[in-house]
């Protein structure tokens, strides 16, 4: 599974929710590749998944978060993938 964190450098909120997000999503999937897409270097692929604010994040392809989840939200939303995916 693929998580895409999209962000901004300078973004405040960004740098403040990355560690905590990142801790929750790796309990909650074991197979997970985690990738910081910083928005002003691939712009285009932002704009084609539909990314409008930042943070956003994105798993296996797909915007799922379009504004900052918190870590709990995360989590539940790694869980249901990944019992729909076995």
């Given amino acids: 599974m693929k998580l895409e964190l ?3 450098a ?3 909120s960004c740098d ?4 905590g997000l990142k801790a929750a999503a790796t309990q909650a999937a074991s197979d997970l590749v985690w ?3 910083n928005v002003l270097d691939e712009l285009d692929y932002a704009v084609e998944l539909g990314v409008l ?3 956003a994040i994105a798993i ?3 915007l799922v ?3 900052l989840p918190t870590p709990q939200q995360l989590r539940a939303a790694l869980t249901r ?3 729909t995916e076995k």
């Fill in 35 to 37: 990738r910081d897409v």
């Fill in 53 to 55: 604010t930042l943070p």
């Fill in 16 to 19: 403040a929710a990355r560690d």
């Fill in 6 to 8: 999209f962000f901004a």
């Fill in 81 to 83: 993938r990944n019992v």
């Fill in 65 to 67: 978060f379009s504004s």
């Fill in 60 to 62: 296996d392809g797909e």
């Fill in 10 to 12: 300078g973004c405040a």
